[in-house]
Nanobody, 124 residues
């Protein structure tokens, strides 16, 4: 069983930075891909970035070159470093585990484990 807990959300101004973290108490941490998704109220959840057990990463075009995903397998922690934040990055951010990513997308329906979400708000 994998239980995920996000932290690090908050409010920043345009151009600012935030670091999101996701920790797990589960034994099977990164058997497949782990990823960050985000969702704006009333919209579909979208993939932001993913990383697999080999360290291969994928990013949505909207965040590429601004966001960096990484893992610390010893600490069972997934991190999303977000720089040059824009108002359109405002959303609830979720970490997810056990799914699959390919190309520049992570497939939401394949991820079986989800955190509760952490809010990111970017003001102009």
């Amino acid at each position: 069983q994998v239980h995920l807990v996000e932290s690090g959300g908050g409010s920043v101004q345009t151009g600012g930075s935030l670091t999101l973290s996701c920790t797990t108490s589960g034994d099977t941490w990164i058997s497949d891909w782990v990823a960050w998704f985000r969702q704006v109220s009333g919209a579909e959840r979208e993939a932001v970035a993913g990383i697999d057990k080999n360290g291969d990463t994928t990013y949505a075009d909207s965040v590429k070159d601004r966001f960096t995903i990484s893992t610390d397998n010893a600490k069972k922690t997934l991190t999303l470093q977000m720089n040059s934040l824009k108002p359109e990055d405002t959303a609830m951010y979720y970490c997810a585990a056990g799914g699959f990513c390919s190309g520049r997308d992570c497939y939401e329906s394949t991820f079986g484990y989800w955190g509760q979400g952490t809010q990111v708000t970017v003001s102009s």
